[in-house]
C-alpha cells in the first residue's frame, strides 16, 4: 500500500505582480509575468508585505532577458529590505 503525497507548497507565492511595461503588448506582458515567476522561483527569497522595483530600459531585450533583470530587481530590493 501507498502512503499519499502530500505536494509540496511552491517555493514561491507572488499574491499580485503589478507590470508596467511600456510598449508590449498585453500576451507579451502577461508571457513576461509568468516568465518573472519561473525565474522566481528558483531563486532563495524571504517573504515580504510589498516591495517596489524599477528596472532600467531594456530596449532591445528579450522576454527572457528582461525577467532576469525583473527578477534581479526584486531579489536586491528584498536584501536590501532586510537589511534595515
Avoid at 518573472?36 to 522561483?41: D, I, R, S
Avoid at 527569497?45 to 522576454?63: E, F, K, M
Avoid at 532577458?65 to 525583473?70: G, L
Amino acid at each position: 500500500m501507498t502512503t499519499p503525497h502530500t505536494p509540496t507548497p511552491p517555493a514561491v507565492t507572488i499574491g499580485r505582480l503589478s507590470l508596467h511595461s511600456g510598449p508590449l503588448s498585453e500576451a507579451e506582458a502577461r508571457r513576461l509575468a509568468e516568465l518573472v515567476a519561473v525565474v522566481l522561483g528558483r531563486i532563495p527569497l524571504r517573504s515580504a508585505d510589498r516591495i517596489g522595483v524599477t528596472v532600467p530600459d531594456q530596449t532591445g531585450q528579450t522576454l527572457e532577458q528582461i525577467a532576469d533583470a525583473v527578477a534581479r530587481g526584486i531579489q536586491d530590493a528584498l536584501r536590501l529590505d532586510g537589511a534595515s
